[in-house]
């Protein structure tokens, strides 16, 4: 699904950053090479966009136009997206880089942009550390081999941050000075410190290296992964907690507009379909507080409605929402309310499809639960296929004291809408009030998961 979203935000011209029209002409000879086009392609993110694509004459390709080419960190890849290598555009736009293919950076020659020598140079002391990595790690037990290249590795990387020191002292609103504060760790207290006090002021400073009001962070590799470590492993993974900081992070910067559309967009990315459960709120709340208040610009009315109704959707799905309506016809042809077909503590809502084998899977852990718990539990099980003879009879064959109704006959809209179904199984957990307390767990997840609801229930009560 986030592929969907990936690409209709394309679709609209999500991505269009602003540039400036000016000829460009980028040479590439790559000696060796045995294709016929090479394609020019700039980072955005943590993907990349084919820019345009060139002949290969003689292992030369040339890349001209007249078109916009934004400032940020390119690479030149083979038909099948294959990558070389990368060099940079920011106030040069006629490159030329000789090089071949056994030895792609190491013997790359910058024949014309000052810019790119500069960053050919880094590329190489790059390319030194990881061949000494790879050679240590390969010495097994020689331990004076491996001394050796550790001393030999501390020179380079010596070597490394003195260059990228220089870089942003001496030219520190280059490309280059910008990735390099990218890439920067944040600042920390010595260990000796109180470990929450280091935490605070990690956290704190995470951003300090970094202009947010420079849209050229966003055309490079290194910027998402600044931006999903900070969400994924700085913050404490808690939905109200990461709440709590996405309010702070998008109110507090100082953001270029491009680069909050950017960041408020992978947000919603990122929550869509997270890999915890219930997190899928913080979705909401960002649509909620920034897209429905017009706080995030320049988005098309196309774009915005779609955010709009995945909104909506995930909203009434919400953990501790009361389930939607929906009303399906059983096995005998009668309309069941699912909501008013259970009075027990819990309510399964598995929707399967009896042609999918992880569906039966599912099953032999679902009709243990429901053997263990049948006075606590009920599974009302949605089929989805239109198919009812085969329902019918796979239904018995499983389990007939299921509550078996079919999703393609409903008097109350379509269970794909009301409940975000996609793919089988699919499975959410209710209370006796009907509300959601779980989803999208695996059937073998259940009863533990029911325990520990069970105690933090009861440990709650007793306060």
């Known amino acids: 699904m986030k592929k969907v979203l990936i690409l209709i935000i394309l679709a609209f011209g999500f991505v269009n950053l602003k540039a400036e029209y000016t000829k460009y002409c980028i040479k590439i000879k790559l000696k060796g090479c045995k294709e016929k086009k090479l394609l020019l392609a700039n980072y955005?993110?943590?993907?990349?966009?084919i820019v345009d694509t060139a002949v290969v004459l003689n292992e030369v390709a040339t890349f001209q136009g007249n078109r916009s080419l934004t400032k940020g960190v390119y690479t030149i890849a083979n038909m099948k997206k294959s990558k070389y290598f990368d060099f940079i555009i920011d106030n040069e736009f006629d490159v030329h880089i000789s090089t071949n293919l056994q030895s792609v950076i190491d013997s790359a020659q910058v024949l014309k942009s000052d810019e790119n020598k500069e960053f050919f140079d880094f590329m190489k002391l790059n390319s030194k550390l990881f061949y000494l990595n790879k050679k240590i790690n390969n010495s097994k037990n020689d331990q004076s081999r491996i001394q050796e290249l550790k001393d030999y590795k501390n020179e380079v990387e010596i070597k490394v941050n003195l260059f990228k020191?220089?870089?942003?002292?001496?030219?520190?609103?280059?490309?280059?000075?910008?990735?390099?504060?990218?890439?920067?760790?944040?600042?920390?207290?010595?260990?000796?410190?109180?470990?929450?006090?280091?935490?605070?002021?990690?956290?704190?400073?995470y951003w300090n290296t970094i202009d947010l009001s420079d849209e050229r962070i966003l055309k490079t590799p290194v910027f998402h992964k600044k931006f999903d470590t900070y969400f994924d492993k700085v913050i404490y993974q808690h939905t109200d907690?990461?709440?709590?900081?996405?309010?702070?992070?998008?109110?507090?910067?100082?953001?270029?507009?491009?680069?909050?559309?950017?960041?408020?967009?992978?947000?919603?990315?990122?929550?869509?379909?997270?890999?915890?459960?219930?997190?899928?709120?913080i979705f909401v709340h960002v649509f909620n507080n920034y897209y429905k208040k017009n706080l995030i610009p320049n988005i098309s009315q196309s774009v915005y409605t779609y955010i709009e109704e995945r909104a909506n959707t995930l909203e009434s799905l919400l953990i501790g929402a009361v389930a939607p309506e929906m009303v399906l016809l059983d096995t005998l042809g009668v309309y069941i309310d699912i909501k008013?077909?259970?009075?027990?503590?819990?309510?399964?809502?598995?929707?399967?499809?009896?042609?999918?084998?992880?569906?039966?899977?599912?099953?032999?852990s679902l009709n243990k639960l429901f053997y263990d718990k049948r006075e606590e539990l009920d599974i009302i099980a949605v089929c989805t296929v239109n198919e009812l003879k085969k329902w019918k009879k796979a239904s018995?064959?499983?389990?007939?004291?299921?509550i078996h109704v079919n999703g393609t006959r409903s008097a109350k809209g379509d269970y794909h809408d009301l409940y975000d179904i996609h793919t089988t199984p699919t499975i959410y957990l209710l209370d006796k009030n009907k509300r959601i307390i779980a989803k999208r767990l695996a059937a073998s997840q259940l009863e533990e998961f029911i325990k520990n609801y069970e105690y933090s229930s009861t440990s709650y009560d007793k306060k």
């Open 340 to 364: 008013k077909a259970s009075k027990k503590q819990y309510s399964v809502l598995f929707f399967w499809d009896f042609d999918c084998k992880l569906c039966q899977k599912e099953i032999k």
């Open 44 to 49: 955005y993110g943590n993907s990349f966009q």
């Open 241 to 281: 907690t990461l709440i709590k900081e996405v309010d702070l992070f998008l109110q507090k910067q100082h953001f270029n507009d491009e680069v909050k559309k950017y960041l408020a967009w992978n947000l919603l990315v990122k929550y869509e379909y997270p890999k915890i459960m219930g997190q899928d709120k």
């Open 165 to 205: 020191n220089k870089v942003m002292k001496e030219k520190p609103s280059s490309l280059l000075a910008v990735i390099f504060n990218v890439m920067k760790d944040p600042p920390s207290l010595p260990k000796s410190e109180n470990q929450m006090k280091r935490y605070r002021y990690f956290k704190s400073n």
């Open 396 to 402: 018995a064959e499983y389990n007939r004291e299921w």
